[in-house]
């Protein structure tokens, strides 16, 4: 039986998602705890890599339960829950089609940014939010914001080396919310080039002071270059916040 | 001059807000940072003691400042966090007559308790809520809660063994909020005695199953004997949310 989770994790401690040479990684941790649960250690597909420090909320990956496995669906999250470190843990379970890839089967990613807009530190959100100690005009990132939206060509928002060729990504959503002391960046779509949301956050926080964020932003859209864009956001304001596959009636 | 501060504080790591023999404090790591800044250690007087693992979010204190000190309060915020670890913010300063107290001088201070109640656990509420994974009736726990506003002998809500003799308090708040997956327990009043919204916190779980939740805490404050009340809820939870003082036009 092939068996989607859902997981949230808290990056700090982690290379990333996926098993790297260099550091722990998530995708270890729950192999880790599923070797623990059913005495071997299934392969483990993730819908994503993630970065370093970034965080997740709702990232899907597939684990194939052995064919003795007596363990119901339902009640996977308790069980690996029980195995893994307090950083990381199962919020859901589903039953899929044995061919079900989570990263190739069609989906929608929302990404959240939190950005902690004010002078003084907070202890609360340490490494849980980039801290900006200078003032942002939220409506003027929000009128940047909202020119991401569409079907466009987001190469000026790729990491500089990135061999992907096809750029063009379709978003549905793009927004910049506040909430309490900090600015939130949600933005939903297809698929997202390699750092481009941490790209597109710090594009908006230097456009804060701009005149006229709207149109500024759609040139630095046309520019298709990444040298256009503003810094690269640190990891740990990022999270992957839900990941929906139309297959299975999420949207 | 002396000068009133306004802290946050992550408690994980810490034996509690007072200087201690047995591990490191806030009040150490505070004159820490000001002898950092001032080239002197001076005295620092807190609101209260919190204990191990206890979070604040609007903790007071004063620090006197040298003579010959330049730097105006409304500086000191800045130039103390930079010399202070991340698990501890200075929020704001104020001057105050050199004979304020912040112990003494009248004051309402508002605690909370934060309960994750839901099954699987947070890796962002880790150390920050206490995780309670069985089901929790939240109107059941309200109906306890307003039982405790109003002055009243608290002696059922003392930690065995303290040394009060007057345990008569005033709350004037006192509910059970729900946020998102948490109930949050905020309690407002003139003193608190020895771990009394501890021993609150724990009592309105234990009271979440019962059938006549209001009458039951009635006849738990009239027995006026900690064996009454429920457990003791960990630290963890708990939050100096805010202290307001009359004298200084804050309420």
Known sequence: M?????????????CGFQVQPNGPSVQAALQDAAQS????????????????GVHARGFRFTLPLPPDCRIPPARLPDALNAHLPPDIAILDAREVPDDFHPRYTPHT?????????????????????WHYPRPLNAEKMQAAAREIVGRQDFRSFMAAGSKITDTVRTM?????????????LCITGDGFLYNMV???????VSLSGEENPGPKMREIIAARD???????????GLYLWQVRYAALHEE
Chains 1, 2 share one sequence.
Request: aromatic share 6%; hydrophobic share 35%; with cysteine.
């Open 109 to 129: 990613k929302e990404y959240r940014y939190r950005i902690l807009a004010r002078r003084a530190p907070d202890p609360f959100q340490t490494g849980l939010a």
């Open 226 to 236: 990444r040298r256009a864009a503003g810094p690269t956001a640190p990891p740990h």
């Open 37 to 52: 649960l059913l005495g071997e250690r299934p392969p483990i597909t993730g819908c994503s890599r993630t970065d370093a």
């Open 172 to 184: 549905t959503d793009c927004r910049v919310e506040r909430q309490e002391d900090s600015l939130v």
């Open 2 to 14: 092939n068996v989607l989770l859902t997981a949230a994790y808290h990056g700090a401690r982690y």
């Open 198 to 204: 941490r790209i597109i956050a710090g594009t908006l």
